[in-house]
C-alpha cells in the first residue's frame, strides 16, 4: 500500500487503492469479510459500507468522522496493521513513521525507564534518543535502528524484567487498580536515626531525631483522618534500626508507600533548603531501575513543601540508597532543611512549620494518588478543595465506566 501523497479516497471510487484501504478495515475489524460491491474491473467499490466502516475506524482512532481517507487517515489506517517488530522503525525527520508498531515500541522504552515522550505513535526525535540510549544500555550500536537486533534485546528483557522496570510497572498496576482513594492505605513513616542516635544536632537546640519525630506524629494526626493506616519504623523508646532493617520492616508490613524523615546539617552553615529523594540510578541512561511513584510522589512532596514553607528548593534526585532500593513499595526519603542553617532552624523551631509540611506530605500522597488527571496548582490546593475534587471525580467515574475521562 503505497502512501497516496495527494489521493483523497471517498464514496464511489473504485480501485487497487480502494481495495488495499478494504483489506485493512478489515483486519481492523471495521469492515466486516465478505464480498461487497466491486466494479467491472472486479476491484471493490467505496461504497455505504466502506463509507460506514471508514468511520467507525475514525471515530475509534480519534480522528475527523468524515467517512474520507485523506492523509492522515490513511496514514493511520496504515500504521494499525503494524506489530512490533514486522518492520525495521527508525526516526525520520520531516516525515515521522506512525503506526501501533511505534506505539508499542514507545511504551516498552517507557516501561524500562527510558523517555520516548508522548506514547502517539509519532516516531519523533524523543522517541529516537530514548531508542538511541537503549540501545546503548543493551550494548548495541546506538544507530537509532529498531531492527532484529534491538528487537531481541526487547525480548530478552521480557523474560529476564529485573528491579525497577518490572517495578515501575507493578507500581502503576498497583496504583490503577488501588483507585483513587487514600482511605484504606498503609504508610510507614520513618523518623531518621532514634535511641543512642540523635542525627544532626543544630542550632535552637534541634535535634534531628526529635525533630523527625515529631513531624511523623504531625503527619500520622492527618494521615489517619484520611483513614490511613500508619506504621511507625520507631517512636521515643525505640531504636529504628539500620536503613536495611526498616526497609525490611516496611516490607512486612505491605505497606503501600514508605515516606522517610530526616534534616540535613552542614559544617558552613550557608547550606540550606529541602531536598526529596526517590529510588532510581542518578544515571538513568544505563539503569532502567527506577521508582516513577516515588520519582512522582518525591516532586509533588517537594513542591507542596516549598510553596508551603518558603524553604528553598532543592530538588528531587534519585538514589540508590538502601532504604529507597530495598522497599518493594515506593520509598521517598525527605530531607527537611539544614539545622546549621539560622533561616532553616528558625522555620522548623516553630508548630506551624511543621504543620504546613504534614498537609504538604498528605496533599502530595493524594495527588500521587489523583495520577495525571490531577492539574491542580501546588501550594493553593487545601484538604477540603482535594476532597471535593475527589467526590467530584468519583461521582464522574460512577457515570462513565470508560476510565479516559479526563478531569479538569
Ligand atoms: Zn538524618
Known sequence: MTPPQTVVLRRG?????????????????????GVGTTDTDGHPVFDERVEQAVKSFQQRRGLIVDGIVGRSTY????????ALGDRVLRYVPEHFVEGDDVVALQGRLAELGFTPG???????????????????AV??????????ETMRAFAGLRRSVSGGSANALREREHLRRSGYSLSGRTIVLDAGHGGSDGGAEGRNGLVEARLALDLARRIEGRLSAHGVSVVFTRTEATEGGSDEERA???NSCDADLVLSLHTDHSESGSAHGVATYF????????????????????????????????LTDCRSHARTWPLLRRTRMPAVRLDLG?????????????????????????????RVYLGEADTARTGVLRLDDLRRHLEAMRAAQV???SSDRTVG
Open 75 to 82: 496514514a493511520v489506517l496504515d500504521g494499525a496493521r503494524w
Open 399 to 401: 457515570e462513565s465506566v
Open 13 to 33: 471510487d473504485a480501485g487497487p487503492a480502494v481495495a488495499a484501504v478494504c483489506e485493512r478495515l478489515v483486519l481492523s475489524g471495521d469492515l466486516p469479510g
Open 338 to 366: 539544614y539545622l546549621s542553617h539560622a533561616g532553616d532552624a528558625e522555620a522548623l523551631s516553630h508548630g506551624h512549620t511543621l504543620d504546613h509540611v504534614a498537609e504538604a506530605v498528605v496533599v502530595a500522597l493524594q
Open 248 to 250: 525490611a520492616f516496611a
Open 279 to 310: 529510588y532510581g540510578h542518578p544515571d538513568n541512561a544505563k539503569h532502567s531501575d527506577w521508582s516513577v511513584i516515588g520519582e512522582s510522589f518525591a516532586d509533588l512532596l517537594l513542591r507542596e513543601v516549598v510553596a508551603r514553607t518558603g
Open 139 to 148: 550494548g548495541l550500536t546506538p544507530d537509532g535502528t529498531a531492527g532484529p
Open 118 to 136: 508522548k506514547v502517539d505513535g509519532l516516531h519523533g526525535p524523543a522517541t529516537d534518543a530514548a531508542l538511541r540510549a537503549f540501545q546503548a
